[in-house]
């Protein structure tokens, strides 16, 4: 069990580019989850995917935002034509089915100039 | 729809001190209460959580937390902190039997000082 981790840590964009970030879940975790953290805020959720399915979305999650969870494993969150207002900390976390502990990696902050 | 408000956005105690951190939430079903504490450029970390049973519940480094159905409180105590506790404290809920999305608080900001 070597933790959820995320990649990259840190990205630096100018506004209109896209992102992508990628999580990888802990291994026997079939949920995976996405949250955005603005500063001084909590995390607010996005998404959240139970396998390969993605079950939920936050109306946060505008159309410029697209999660893919392909083969159940790794996942991807692209933001596409970036704005100034989606400088945040992107969040995974991943768990087992059920109300159980979520388990979060260290993050990947986004700054869009 | 389900809030979480956590009372105090900052808390400074001196060293070896109690500490209570006040959570609240609003939820008209079943709901599943959890607090993390989030250190300096790291990530989320859970301290303790309660999912059914024994309305006192205990986690780690010392922190305890009691769920009060009747208030809708989960509040986090320590009593005696140190400065090692120093972190944001985040309060969660997930709602619904199937345990999904996490709704967080805006967090609290525990400062210990010498």
């Known amino acids: 069990d070597t933790g959820v981790s995320q990649n990259p840590r840190h990205k630096i964009t100018k506004r209109g580019q896209n992102v992508t970030f990628r999580c990888d879940p802990i291994s026997e975790h079939n949920r995976l989850y996405w949250y955005r953290q603005t500063l001084g805020q909590g995390p607010e959720f996005l998404t959240y995917?139970?396998?390969?399915?993605?079950?939920?979305k936050s109306r946060l999650l505008s159309d410029r935002f697209s999660a893919e969870r392909p083969k159940g494993s790794f996942s991807t969150l692209e933001i596409q034509r970036t704005e100034q207002g989606d400088s945040a900390m992107y969040l995974c976390?991943?768990?087992?089915?059920?109300?159980?502990?979520?388990?979060f990696g260290p993050g990947t902050r986004l700054l869009v100039l | 729809a389900q809030s979480v408000t956590q009372l105090d956005s900052q808390v400074p105690v001196f060293e070896e001190a109690p500490v209570e951190l006040r959570c609240n939430y609003s939820?008209?079903?079943?709901?599943?209460l959890f607090w993390y504490v989030q250190y300096p450029n790291q990530g989320l970390q859970l301290l303790l959580k309660y999912l059914s049973g024994s309305t006192l519940v205990k986690g780690i480094n010392g922190f305890e937390a009691e769920f009060n159905k009747s208030q809708t409180s989960f509040h986090l105590r320590k009593p005696s902190v140190h400065i090692s506790d120093t972190a944001e404290y985040f309060c969660?809920?997930?709602?619904?039997?199937?345990?999904?999305?996490?709704?967080f608080g805006k967090g609290t900001t525990l400062s210990v000082s010498s």
């Open positions: 995917f139970q396998n390969e399915a993605q079950l939920e």
């Open positions: 976390a991943s768990s087992l089915v059920g109300p159980g502990t979520q388990y």
């Open positions: 939820s008209s079903v079943s709901v599943y």
């Open positions: 969660a809920v997930s709602v619904g039997q199937a345990g999904t999305a996490l709704i």
